[in-house]
C-alpha cells in the first residue's frame, strides 16, 4: 500500500467522504466487471457493486491496514454478490443469455492491417462462446476462472478475497480450467 492510499483510507476512518471517493476511484470499474461478471446482468452488477462500495465505506473502520486494500475491497464485492444470488434464487436466469457490455459497434480502418470484418466477427462469437462456458461452470470454479484469468487476480489475492486457502484456490483454478477445456472441446465436437 503506498503513502497516499494509507492517507486516504486514514481520512476515510475519519468519515470524509471525498477522500473516500478518491481512495475507490480507480477499483470502481474492476468491482462493477466482477460483479457483472458473477451477476450476468448490467443492472444487478451496478447497484450490487454500488451497494458493496457502500458496505466498504461503513466497514473501513475494521480494515486493519495490515493486508491490500484491494484485496478487502474485492472479497466484500464478491461476498455482496454471492449474498445477491442466493437472495434470488427463486428466480429462474438462464446461462445462455449474452452479458450486455453497453459496445453495440466497432470500428474498422481499412487502410491499415487491423483483422477483417469476418476476423473480428469470428473472434467476437469465440470471446461468446468463451464466456457462455464459463457461465456453466460450477460457481466455486467460475467464480476462481473470472478472478485469475479475466481480472489477472495472484493467488493469494483470490485466497483473501474468497477466504480460503491458497491450495484449495490453486485446485480450484486447476479443476476448472481442465472442466472449462473438456466443455469446449464438446461444444467444438458437437459444431462439427
Known amino acids: 500500500m503506498n503513502e497516499t492510499e494509507a492517507k486516504l483510507i486514514q481520512k476515510s476512518k475519519d468519515g470524509d467522504v471525498s477522500a473516500f471517493e478518491e481512495l475507490i476511484t480507480e477499483y470502481k470499474k474492476i468491482a462493477y466487471n466482477i460483479a457483472l461478471r458473477i451477476l450476468k446482468n448490467k443492472e444487478d452488477a451496478e447497484d450490487i457493486s454500488q451497494e458493496a462500495l457502500i458496505k466498504v465505506f461503513r466497514s473501513i473502520n475494521q480494515f486493519n491496514m495490515m493486508s491490500s486494500f484491494k484485496t478487502w475491497l474485492y472479497r466484500i464485492v464478491v461476498n455482496t454478490c454471492l449474498d445477491f444470488k442466493r437472495t434470488q434464487k427463486a428466480l429462474v436466469i ?41 457461465d456453466k461452470l460450477e460457481e ?31 485446485s480450484r483454478i486447476s479443476r476448472g480450467r481442465q472442466r472449462l477445456k473438456e466443455m469446449l472441446e464438446t461444444k467444438i465436437e458437437d459444431y462439427n
Open 94 to 134: 438462464s446461462v445462455d443469455q449474452p452479458i450486455q457490455s453497453g459496445h453495440n459497434e466497432f470500428f474498422v480502418d481499412i487502410q491499415d492491417d487491423r483483422p477483417s470484418p469476418e476476423e473480428i466477427a469470428q473472434s467476437k462469437q469465440t470471446q461468446k462462446v468463451i464466456v457462455d462456458t464459463i
Open 140 to 170: 466455486d470454479f467460475r467464480n476462481v476462472i473470472i478472478l485469475r484469468d479475466i481480472n489477472g487476480f495472484s493467488y493469494e489475492e483470490i485466497s483473501e478475497i474468497l477466504s480460503c486457502n491458497i491450495g484449495t484456490v490453486k
